[in-house]
């Protein structure tokens, strides 16, 4: 009888969180990869496949506008802005730093990587005068930067190695986190562990993770932080998406220490990682190649809210609605809490 009722519970339960999704509308539909978002003038901006850059009007999804900012086939999985300009950076080397003004969009390469280990997996600015950009080490293994300062790209120099075969992952542009005191980069491979740069005086450590590693496709794919202290790790293994032994980790000092949270009990990889805003942290979305999942625990529970597929990137406009992005389109998740 326990059991009956228990089960009944739980099946209302997930009733009841399954009305939650209110809507799933579809902005944009291409032949395009997305995998990195901004919300700028009441607009989605993107940067995908083949070179493309462009926005969906939120209001009236029917008003876009897409160009291409190269001849070649670039691929963009990196996207930031400052007051006056959008900056995206192509995975292949060499590497070119382009930046897109935002009333005209005319474009420039501001700066490039001619490195043949150049790989640029995320692009994050802190405010409109600081950012930096993450790429995959040279043979060296030395943690490699780029700086953004007051309208400037130059080398951030450091003297940090990476582990062999640790790198990162270019699968939503969300492995760099900032809040107020600190920086945070996940890496991934052979080893997965969270790079944290403090920004009153540069310094860099390094902090082991219990996540799951070893492999080139095993690692942190995402992180927010809602906090200096308390912040949230997604990922997994892109090779076997269904697995879902420690994908999930939190933690409560900066950066320093991870806990796994529901190992095993979760609908497995995922690429992106979003605290909704006014939640402090309590509540969480995550996308994945073939989920969305939530959590309203600060991580410690999850439920899959839907079985969309393809969507690697997703970003809160408000408390109630989030932008997803990935194969071939742009969607918008309301919910109803």
């Known amino acids: 009888m326990k059991k009956t009722l228990s089960l009944l519970a739980l099946l209302s339960g997930l009733s009841i969180f399954s009305q939650q999704v209110k ?15 901004e919300v700028y003038d009441g607009k989605v901006w993107y940067t995908g496949t083949d070179s493309k850059l462009g926005f969906v009007d939120l209001k009236n999804p029917k008003q876009q506008t897409q160009i291409r900012l190269s001849d070649e086939k670039l691929q963009f999985r990196t996207l930031g802005q400052d007051k ?20 005209s969009l005319k474009s420039n390469v501001v700066f490039t990587d001619t490195a043949r280990s150049a790989f640029y997996d995320a692009l994050h600015f802190v405010n409109n005068d600081l950012a930096y950009a993450f790429s995959d080490p040279g043979e060296d293994h030395i943690v490699k930067l780029a700086v953004f300062r007051k309208g400037k790209w130059s080398r951030f120099k450091n003297n940090v190695q990476l582990n062999e075969g640790e790198a990162a992952f270019a699968a939503s542009n969300t492995n760099i986190a900032s809040s107020g005191q600190y920086m945070w980069i996940a890496t991934g491979g052979k080893s997965s562990r969270i790079i944290r740069l403090n920004l009153k005086n ?102 899959k809210i839907s079985e969309e597929k393809d969507m690697y990137v997703c970003q809160w406009i408000n408390s109630t609605t989030v932008v997803l992005a990935g194969k071939n389109r742009i969607a918008l998740l309301e919910l109803k809490f």
Not at 84 to 103: C, G, L, Q, R, V
């Open 23 to 37: 809507n799933i509308q579809t902005i944009l539909d291409d032949k395009i990869s997305i995998r990195s978002l």
């Open 84 to 103: 006056t300009s959008f900056y995206t950076i192509n995975i292949e080397s060499p590497a070119y730093f382009f930046a897109i003004d935002k009333k």
């Open 202 to 303: 540069e310094q860099i450590e390094v902090f082991r993770t219990p996540f799951i590693q070893g492999e080139s496709s095993q690692g942190i794919y995402s992180l927010d932080f809602y906090d200096d202290r308390f912040g949230i790790a997604v990922g997994g293994d892109y090779t076997r998406q269904s697995e879902n032994i420690n994908n999930i980790a939190v933690t409560h000092d900066g950066g320093e220490s991870w806990e796994i949270q529901a190992s095993g009990k979760n609908a497995g990889y995922m690429t992106c990682v979003k605290i909704r805003p006014g939640s402090e942290g309590k509540e969480i979305m995550a996308v994945g190649d073939q989920h969305i999942s939530y959590s309203s625990d600060f991580g410690k529970t999850w439920t």
